[in-house]
């Protein structure tokens, strides 16, 4: 069996269970009702992320019984996604407080890096830098503030799924282009895997991806992140560009309502991206040029950092200068009535 099967399999398995959980949360009335802090403005069913959780999951099995990866990756990947999707699971059926809910994505964070072995070295400027423990502090809250970032990000119709697509195919490239085809057909079968939910959830959508979706992607992504740097560690100064429009928009907001003194762990709409949309009317031009900016800027400069020999510490710096002046224009952090004067 061959990576092309792999991939269709994901995206059928993810299809057809997304279908069969759209059933599921209209029977159970799991249903994102529209309010005051909502993107959104009809009511829609939620949890179809579990599709994505299950189909790449499925798909890891595969390639561990078929020896494609390797025992520290299987047990990283699987183990600390899972736990992140079953808190996230049960959020979306309920209620966890938040400071459980990031207890547990902190041991989901430090379970992935025992089993991948911390932060490698990082290349800065032509020299090695090991951080040591500091760096492995680091890397799990790098973890956990991408794994939520994810989910703050997952606020209109299809941008988390199209991010993940195109991170993912994107970083698949530039492992092709590195000769490191052993790390081709993770980010490969989850890009397949949220393909088929993204039929879905495209604008406008039927189902949303819920907390366990959200959640398990952004984890998911940075272990691959981490993964890629132990191979090259260019890798990971490529995979921050790739995630440029989630991390930037994510974290110029996050500093703005910090500063502001709001509940950062309160739902709220002042992202970049939430703002776009409703100066737009609808969600799809905003989606679309998430996929836009991935593919006409942030890879081509991520090639040039793993191809070219560019340093990452520019390439990451050239990647988000723009990304930053889009969250500025777009007023993303500030308050909705302020914006909306502007």
Known sequence: MNNVWFILVAIGVSFCLTA???????????IDVPNERSSHAVATPRGGGLAIVVAFLMSLGFLYVFGLISNAVFYAIGGGGVAVAVIGFMDDHGHIAARWRLMGHFAAAVWMLICLGGLPSIDVFGFAFDLGWAGHVFSAFYLVWLLNLYNFMDGIDGIASVEAIFVCLGASLLYWLAGLNSLVSLPLLLAASVAGFLYWNFPPAKIFMGDAGSGFLGIVLGGLSLQAAWANGAMLWAWLILLGVFIVDSTFTLFRRLLRGDKVYEAHRSHAYQFASRRFGKHLPVTIAVGVINLVWLLPIAIC??????????????????????????????????ALKN
Request: charged share 15%; glycine share 8%.
């Open 305 to 338: 950092v793993t191809h070219f020999g560019w340093d990452g510490v520019w390439g990451v710096t050239l990647a988000y200068v723009p990304l930053v002046a889009l969250a500025i224009k777009f007023h993303a952090g500030d308050l909705e009535v302020s």
């Open 20 to 30: 069969t959980l759209r059933k599921y949360a209209i029977s159970k009335s799991l």
